[in-house]
């Protein structure tokens, strides 16, 4: 086929498609694809119920995938997820032990530990100028060494408010999980931060080139402290909704989000290596690894398994996508 023909037909195209990121599309595609392989399994698995239920699941990974793709967008990494999941969750149930005061204070208690460990990580990486990997490791372990403290190595006994078993399984629109509706509002604000705002435009600048970024006088260090703030924030409201939806909280409920997290974002075609990406690619991203683990379920491949998938997966999209901003 002559490059006359091909030019003919991406003319004829959607012009949305054709200004379509090709990481999306390969995304959304892959989505189709598991869909189909789904079925094939079983009957039920395009069913309106099923489909609801995963859409619902992946809510979770959704607000905490958000919150990662803002730092990834840096040029960083937050390896501190499953802590700040765990003690967000841990300390909203703890709190609600307090009385009718705690019971309301809750769910900000719990946000306010995340974000207190994301801007830790956020004054070590950006005014201390310690590596992302190391400081967001190092705190995720001594996030996990006082939650063990507080808990004396035994499972948390706490149990998860009224208010965290609405927001996570309740309905507050007919047919809607209240789950898929804060993950539908995250992402809208998100969406609005990243395209309409200074703040954005700086997380893609910083992304692309941090030293020129900082010569024209933007304040760099700031810009990455508050995006790990709202990552670790982001992490811990999503292990809030994760307590709400089992009632309580767990040790290691957030060990089985770090690597879909970095996968959901890098699937969706957000450079690894930051400055690029679109919101719309992490929630196709999302989707995806939502409807793998469930594949997975069914096909019942062990967790072990599914982490070696995840990493095959981070690797070969750093491969793809990840060369590109070398270029430059």
Known sequence: MSETTIGGIAGRMPKFIRRADPAVLTAFACIVLLLFVGSLYSRSFLSPEYLLQQLKVASFLGVIATGMMLVILLGQIDLSVPWSVAAGAMMACAAAAYGPVGMALAIPFGIFCGVLIGVVNGIGVAYLRIP????????????????????????????????????????????????????????????????????????????NRERAAYLSGIDTRRVVLIAFAVSGGLSAFGGVLLAGYASKAAQSMGDAYLLPSIAAVVLGGTSILGGRGSYLGTVAGVILITLLQSILSVMQMPEAGRQIIYGVVIVAMLLLYGRAPASR
């Open 132 to 207: 992302s990997m190391i400081i967001t490791l190092a705190t995720n372990a001594v996030a996990q060494g006082l939650m063990v403290v507080y808990t004396g190595g035994f499972s948390p006994q706490d149990s998860a408010t009224p208010a965290m078993r609405y927001l996570a399984t309740g309905f507050a629109i007919p047919g809607v999980p209240n789950a898929v509706v804060i993950w539908a509002l995250i992402g809208a604000a998100m969406v609005f931060v990243l395209t309409r705002t200074g703040f954005g435009r700086t997380v893609y600048g910083i992304g």
